[in-house]
């Protein structure tokens, strides 16, 4: 079993940078994948990063490479997520899972928090 806990959301600026953390407890932490996914009103829920159990291996959806980096700190039972050059496209609910493998799809994370807020001004 596995509990998530995300925090670090707000109200930014355009071009204005946040970094999102999602702390763990249970178990599995350490030896599980992460990833980080995002729901904006009336859309389904999208994949933005994953992580493998060792932080050694990531994947990013195409429209955050260059600005998004996921991480993770073990001993501190954490993931990060620090996103620079936002943009109002950004703005969702952003949600930290963890699972089996660190893919892009919904189904593959077990384990999910209860969201935090992003959203970005124009």
């Known amino acids: 079993q596995v509990q998530l806990v995300e925090s670090g959301g707000g109200l930014v600026q355009a071009g204005g940078s946040l970094r999102l953390s999602c702390a763990a407890s249970?178990?599995?932490?350490?030896?599980?994948?992460m990833g980080w996914f995002r729901q904006a009103p009336g859309t389904e829920r999208e994949f933005v990063a994953g992580i493998s159990w060792s932080g050694v291996s990531t994947n990013y959806v195409d429209s955050v490479k260059g600005r998004f980096t996921i991480s993770r700190d073990n001993a501190k039972k954490t993931v990060y997520l620090q996103m620079n050059s936002l943009e109002p496209e950004d703005t969702a609910v952003y949600y930290c899972?963890?699972?089996?493998?660190?893919?892009?799809?919904?189904?593959?994370?077990?384990?999910w928090g209860q969201g935090t807020q992003v959203t970005v001004s124009s």
């Open positions: 899972a963890v699972g089996p493998y660190y893919d892009g799809r919904v189904s593959t994370y077990a384990y």
């Open positions: 249970g178990r599995n932490f350490r030896s599980a994948a």
